[in-house]
């Protein structure tokens, strides 16, 4: 298999590292059969990639044999983000048009059993690609590889990628940025998960500012990004995640 080094570009702060292990918790409390998930977001830039892979790299600490997808096949930054590679690597996009097999795209990184797929070039039928059989065909094929698959999809508050995803997948995590994002918003695109029956697992609040209220603190060397926090119950995020939903949280 090929190899590619994901060259690490944040460090994270004590309580960072520790909300992604509670997540990582939550995702291996949330059964067996819960082992493919799509992480979406209402927008761009709440957190998604940072999220799928450090919740990747947290689930291969813990000895699960992951895959992460990047099917963020829009405007993915994967590559550039977290690789030194100079020249564009073919990925799911690639896979899916049929202008690569899986051996072509499929890699493995230098974290312990963490593989990667990359998005690939930009193509102009996203939706098309990600709704098809073979997109399926290959979920369902690679779920039996792995135990447990991440796929960083679009934000599904702009385009319907997430929601076509989700369609073939186990469950979704909603990443939600602080003060950023309306409830309104928040639930329709819960909503939007809802109708595509995917199981929705929980929800992470993301880019909490740490210098607002007792709650959050000052800690933390990334200024305005906070800790992973969490609202809804992962496996139960359903009704009870409305009524979970502080004030604060609704404009
Ligand atoms: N909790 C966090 N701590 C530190 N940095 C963060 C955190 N969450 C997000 N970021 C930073 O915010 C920026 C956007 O994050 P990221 O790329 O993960 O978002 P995204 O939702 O995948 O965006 P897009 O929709 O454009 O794909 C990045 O520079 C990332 O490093
Ligand atoms: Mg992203």
Same mark, same amino acid.
């Given at each position: 298999m090929k190899k590619i080094e994901l060259v690490e570009r944040e460090k994270f702060n004590y309580h960072t590292r520790e909300a992604f292990k509670a997540l990582r918790t939550n995702l291996l409390f949330s059964? %067996?059969?819960?082992?493919t998930v799509v992480i979406t977001s209402? &927008?761009?830039? !709440?957190g998604k990639s940072t999220i799928s892979l450090e919740l990747s790299k947290s689930l291969a600490a813990a000895g699960k044999k992951v895959l992460m997808i *990047?099917? *963020? &096949?829009? #405007? %993915?930054v994967l590559v550039t983000r $977290?690789? !030194? %590679?100079?020249k564009s690597i073919r990925g799911l996009s690639e896979y899916l048009s049929s202008q690569a097999n899986i051996d072509d795209v499929l890699y493995e990184t230098n974290t312990d059993g963490l593989h990667i797929i990359f998005a690939g070039a930009v193509p102009p039928n996203p939706v098309e690609l990600l709704g098809s059989k073979k997109f399926e065909d290959f979920i369902r094929q690679i779920r039996e590889l792995y135990d447990y698959v991440i796929v960083d999809a679009s934000p599904l508050g702009l385009v319907i990628d997430a929601s076509v995803i989700s369609a073939v997948c186990d469950g979704a995590v909603l990443i939600v940025a602080a003060n950023e994002i309306s409830y309104k918003f928040a639930l329709e695109v819960k909503e939007q998960l809802e109708r595509a029956n995917c199981k929705i697992l929980g929800a992470v609040l993301n880019r909490?500012?740490?210098?607002?209220? @007792? @709650?959050?603190? #000052? $800690?933390? #060397? $990334?200024? #305005? $990004?906070?800790k992973y926090a969490k609202y809804g119950t992962y496996g139960s995020y359903g009704q009870e995640a409305e009524a979970d939903v502080s004030e604060s949280d609704k404009k």
């Amino acid at each position: 298999m090929k190899k590619i080094e994901l060259v690490e570009r944040e460090k994270f702060n004590y309580h960072t590292r520790e909300a992604f292990k509670a997540l990582r918790t939550n995702l291996l409390f949330s059964g %067996s059969d819960v082992k493919t998930v799509v992480i979406t977001s209402c &927008l761009n830039n !709440e957190g998604k990639s940072t999220i799928s892979l450090e919740l990747s790299k947290s689930l291969a600490a813990a000895g699960k044999k992951v895959l992460m997808i *990047d099917a *963020d &096949l829009r #405007k %993915s930054v994967l590559v550039t983000r $977290y690789t !030194e %590679s100079t020249k564009s690597i073919r990925g799911l996009s690639e896979y899916l048009s049929s202008q690569a097999n899986i051996d072509d795209v499929l890699y493995e990184t230098n974290t312990d059993g963490l593989h990667i797929i990359f998005a690939g070039a930009v193509p102009p039928n996203p939706v098309e690609l990600l709704g098809s059989k073979k997109f399926e065909d290959f979920i369902r094929q690679i779920r039996e590889l792995y135990d447990y698959v991440i796929v960083d999809a679009s934000p599904l508050g702009l385009v319907i990628d997430a929601s076509v995803i989700s369609a073939v997948c186990d469950g979704a995590v909603l990443i939600v940025a602080a003060n950023e994002i309306s409830y309104k918003f928040a639930l329709e695109v819960k909503e939007q998960l809802e109708r595509a029956n995917c199981k929705i697992l929980g929800a992470v609040l993301n880019r909490v500012p740490m210098n607002q209220g @007792a @709650a959050y603190g #000052k $800690y933390g #060397k $990334y200024g #305005k $990004y906070g800790k992973y926090a969490k609202y809804g119950t992962y496996g139960s995020y359903g009704q009870e995640a409305e009524a979970d939903v502080s004030e604060s949280d609704k404009k």
